[in-house]
Nanobody, 115 residues
Framework: VQLQASGGGLVQAGGSLRLSCAAS????????MGWYRQAPGKQRDLVAT???????NYVDSVKGRFAITRGDDKNTVYLQMNSLKPEDTAVYYC??????????WGQGTQVTVSS
């Protein structure tokens, strides 16, 4: 499974960004896709996941601000990020799960929120 993420950038606090992740390769058995983020000097943390049936889950800090969705082709996942805060600054990684955990990772896209 190959994942290609895009859509990061620099935005002011309160602004919005939309991340995209396109999956290719052996995608027929994907059970879930998700987004993680890693701030400088910190561990990589889960942000949001969405299952193949469309069930979404979020870390508490982004609930009500972020939305994870899947494209009609089921091979693309989006992360709409609204009301961004400086603490959302991180490298965001797309991830895919084929039933044994999130084992597949995209290259990461930088999101920087200025105050």
């Amino acid at each position: 499974v190959q994942l290609q993420a895009s859509g990061g950038g620099l935005v002011q606090a309160g602004g919005s960004l939309r991340l995209s992740c396109a999956a290719s390769g052996s995608i027929f058995s994907l059970t879930a896709m998700g987004w993680y983020r890693q701030a400088p000097g910190k561990q990589r943390d889960l942000v949001a996941t969405i299952t193949s049936s469309g069930s979404a889950n979020y870390v508490d800090s982004v609930k009500g601000r972020f939305a994870i969705t899947r494209g009609d082709d089921k091979n693309t996942v989006y992360l709409q990020m609204n009301s961004l805060k400086p603490e959302d600054t991180a490298v965001y990684y797309c991830a895919a799960n084929r039933g044994l955990g999130f084992q597949y990772w995209g290259q990461g896209t930088q999101v920087t929120v200025s105050s």
